[in-house]
């Protein structure tokens, strides 16, 4: 199975500031045929179901704010909040779809500082 | 709008079965992969089972293969795991997931509201 990894479980951010949230997998999740790192982002706040913000490791999902931003590709990815709001305060978790078991990580927390 | 309506779920005593269900709607069924997705109290997400858009392949995490079975029906725009041999490690909410694709190997963009699944004698 693929194992997925989040650095850090948690991190207290300033309003405005900007927020990385670091995810690993055990296994490169780059098909090489298409060029594709099959690799998700969600978010999830409490008491809600989890929402999808990033797929194929970068492509945001239709009408998720433009300072949300995903990039790496292999076994290293990153989710960038570029200026975080308030509402952005929730567990973020990366997911791979490269293989099944379908895998995610372990959560990283946001807060506001 | 596009919507998931989980439900079946309940109290049930280890060792018992127990079958959700899920409606779909506001989009095309039998165009996209479905899912479940579990959560127990306090923890992290876990993938459970997916079905390809016309139930020709399945997959299923470790902890549940042999026991869950997942399946849908087009005709009823509708997604169902039953769950037998239920363990206390299973209390978990239940969510139904679309898949962004028609195959099991993609991300989920709809969620339902979950389903809450307590296994305890």
């Known amino acids: 199975d693929i194992v997925m990894t989040q650095s850090p479980d948690s991190l207290a951010v300033s309003l405005g500031e900007r927020a990385t949230i670091n995810c690993k997998s055990s296994?490169?999740?780059?098909?090489?045929?298409?060029?594709?790192?099959?690799l998700a982002w969600y978010q999830q706040k409490p008491g809600q179901p989890p929402k999808l913000l990033i797929y194929w490791a970068s492509t945001r999902e239709s009408g998720v704010p433009d300072r949300f931003s995903g990039s790496g590709s292999g076994t290293d990815f990153t989710l960038t909040i570029s200026s975080l709001q308030a509402e952005d305060v929730a567990v973020y978790y990366c997911q791979q779809y490269y293989d099944t078991p379908l895998t995610f990580g372990p959560g990283t927390k946001v807060d506001v500082k | 709008e596009v919507q998931l309506v989980d439900s079946g779920g309940g109290l049930v005593q280890p060792g018992r079965s127990l079958r959700l269900s899920c409606a779909a709607s506001g989009f095309t069924f039998d165009d996209y992969a479905m899912h479940w997705v579990r959560q127990a109290p306090g923890k992290g997400l876990e993938w459970v089972s997916g079905i390809s858009w016309n139930g020709g392949s399945t997959g299923y995490a470790d902890s549940v293969k042999g026991r869950f079975t997942i399946s849908r029906d087009n005709a009823k725009n509708s997604l169902y795991l039953q769950m037998n041999g239920l363990r206390a490690e299973d209390t978990a909410l239940y969510y139904c997931?679309?898949?962004?694709?028609?195959?099991?190997?993609?991300?989920?963009?709809?969620w339902g509201q979950g389903t809450m699944v307590t296994v305890s004698s």
């Open positions: 997931a679309k898949g962004k694709d028609i195959v099991v190997k993609n991300g989920f963009d709809i």
């Open positions: 296994q490169n999740v780059l098909y090489s045929s298409n060029n594709k790192n099959y």
